[in-house]
């Protein structure tokens, strides 16, 4: 089956930076969507980083210029490297995958399979 495992989040003070993991198995991958989401307290789980099978990118406006999204297909792996972190970038962050091949790879697609999230908090 599909899993999807998180690391690397933590605390940081603003302006920092931080650069999260995705081990992903059960699937063949390379082959489909993957994003990065994430979700505030009280908030709406937003997209903010998505890659497709051509390793083309797009990021949420909030995001882009500071965080990067990469992988590699080899080690089956997703990160986030995320620079100029701010205190609005605190929330939990979830790996996803887009199992639908017609679906666009864009920030607002709707992920099939989610990681368990790992907790990123930017203080001031």
């Known amino acids: 089956q599909v899993q999807l495992a998180e690391s690397g989040g933590g605390s940081v003070q603003a302006g920092g930076s931080l650069r999260l993991s995705c081990a992903a198995s059960?699937?063949?991958?390379?082959?489909?969507?993957m994003g990065w989401f994430r979700q505030a307290p009280g908030k709406a789980r937003d997209g903010i980083a998505t890659i497709d099978t051509d390793g083309n990118t797009r990021y949420a406006d909030s995001v882009k210029g500071r965080f990067t999204i990469s992988e590699d297909n080899d080690k089956s792996s997703l990160y986030l490297q995320m620079n100029s972190l701010k205190p609005e970038d605190t929330a939990m962050y979830y790996c996803?995958?887009?199992?639908?091949?017609?679906?666009?790879?864009?920030?607002?697609?709707?992920?099939?399979?989610w990681g368990q999230g790992t907790q990123v908090t930017v203080s001031s």
């Open positions: 996803a995958v887009v199992d639908d091949t017609d679906a666009l790879c864009t920030v607002g697609v709707h992920p099939n399979y």
């Open positions: 059960g699937f063949a991958y390379g082959s489909y969507c």
